[in-house]
């Protein structure tokens, strides 16, 4: 869906209701799972971490969060809303974004400060920008049922969906390189998308639209490079993106 410029209020811009933090428990090795709620208007959507080439990504900056040695995302599985170019790829109503918080010091309270810029869909997909603040005592150890099955609901790998023949063909373009997915799969439905992501400030990868013969699905994306660099395949994340079920594999081998 097309982008539109907005005028967003100090609170929350219309279509998301709230944002919130589950405050979670206390994993093995001390790791605190957290989780941000965000809840939309009825007929809003908000995207998954990779949108398409019509979307833009969320950012979701903690940078200013107190007692806190890192914070990653466990993304759910998302699902797919349109079709073709116009396809956003995301969650509608709610969702519930695992965090896995590394705190610095154990037995000490996690003060959480987050700045976000996302983007959020009705008609069109307008830029939405909100702060969000909470204390996560440090003896909270609770175990919402949401944020278990959000957890729950990550990828899976390839093999335990019974992706076949799984291919990944990198070669050198004119404008940067071009690689061609092909996957076999009688387990996904024939709306499922092949992403391709490469985590890297300065690459930007272009997927093009996945086309699907009986059970083989195929897509070629292309991948343009901010400076000249060596593309390394080991760092290629493909996913396979079906109606709330996700396959990921791991490099482009």
């Known amino acids: 869906m097309l982008l539109s410029a907005a005028a967003i209020t100090p609170a929350f811009a219309d279509g998301l209701k709230s944002a919130s933090i589950l405050h979670g428990w206390i994993a093995s090795g001390g790791t605190r799972v957290a989780g941000l709620v965000l809840e939309l208007e009825d007929g809003w959507k908000t995207y998954w ?13 903690f940078s200013t969060s107190e007692n806190v040695e890192n914070i990653s995302i466990e993304w759910p599985a998302p699902y797919i809303f349109g079709s073709d170019e116009y396809a ?19 037995d000490q309270d996690i003060q959480i ?11 069109v997909c307008i830029p939405t920008s909100f702060t969000l603040s909470d204390n996560i005592p440090a003896e909270a150890n609770s175990r919402p049922s949401a944020l278990m099955a959000s957890l729950a609901n990550g990828p899976w790998s390839s093999e335990d969906l019974g992706i076949e023949a799984l291919t990944c063909d990198l070669s050198a373009d004119s404008n940067g390189f071009l690689v061609a997915i ?15 992501e ?11 639209l996945t086309s699907r013969k009986k059970t083989e699905f195929q897509m070629q ?28 594999h791991m490099g482009c081998g």
């Open 49 to 61: 971490r990779s949108p398409g080439a019509s979307g833009f990504p969320p950012q979701f900056d």
């Open 88 to 106: 956003t790829i995301g969650y509608e109503k709610s969702v519930v974004l695992p965090l896995l918080i590394s705190p610095k010091r154990a």
């Open 113 to 123: 400060s987050l700045s976000a810029e996302i983007g959020i869909c009705e008609h």
């Open 182 to 196: 092909s996957a076999s799969t009688q387990n996904l439905n024939p709306n499922t998308r092949i992403i391709v």
């Open 198 to 208: 490469y985590p890297a400030a300065d690459v930007w990868v272009n997927n093009g």
């Open 221 to 248: 994306a292309e991948i343009f490079v901010n400076k000249t660099i060596a593309l390394a395949r080991d760092r290629f994340i493909i996913n396979l993106l079906s109606d709330g079920v996700w396959a990921q």
